[in-house]
């Protein structure tokens, strides 16, 4: 099937897809999925492949800032690298680049080194310009943040 927006039946298999991607993502309690599901829908997603969910992504919408940040992406381990997180973050992309001005955000833990390039490849492809916007750093937990724009709109 491939990619198709995030419906609420989903929830217990990104749960446990998200598990699989600790210690870069967490699973979180249904509730916030259902909040995704209902208000995020057109920019949440999930790769299906013969009726079992293989992969996720999750994003939410700033009007104030004009942005979409891309809080979750993950594959199924049994999936391996086969390109269902380009898929996924492409389909993000896609939508952004409808859309006049919005740019997309996403945080990547900096030893998630297989995020990153991902993230770099399909930005490239789909001609969007990169920049870290900001590093986080609490002391236990590090994520850099980088903004996607289209080039179309600069």
Avoid: T
Avoid at 37 to 59: H, L, M, P
Avoid at 76 to 97: E, P, T, V
Wanted: proline fraction near 2%; glycine fraction near 6%.
């Amino acid at each position: 099937m491939g990619v198709r927006s995030f419906q609420k039946k989903d929830i217990p298999a990104v749960q446990n897809i998200l598990k699989e991607g600790e210690p870069y993502v967490f699973a979180y309690k249904e509730y916030v999925y259902w909040i995704l599901e209902r208000y995020f829908q057109d920019i949440c997603y999930v790769f299906e492949e013969d009726s079992k969910i293989q992969g996720y992504i999750g994003a939410v919408y700033s009007a104030e800032k004009n942005v979409i940040f891309v809080w979750q992406i993950a594959v199924s381990q049994s999936a391996g690298k086969s390109g269902i997180g380009s898929s996924l973050f492409m389909q993000i992309l896609k939508y952004a680049g409808k859309k006049k001005d919005v740019r997309v955000e996403i945080a990547i833990n900096p030893e998630n080194i297989y995020c990153r390039k991902m993230m770099k490849r399909v930005a490239e492809k789909m001609h969007f310009k990169i920049e870290v916007v900001e590093k986080y750093d609490d002391g236990i937990f590090q994520e850099d943040v980088y903004s996607l724009k289209a080039l179309d709109f600069e």
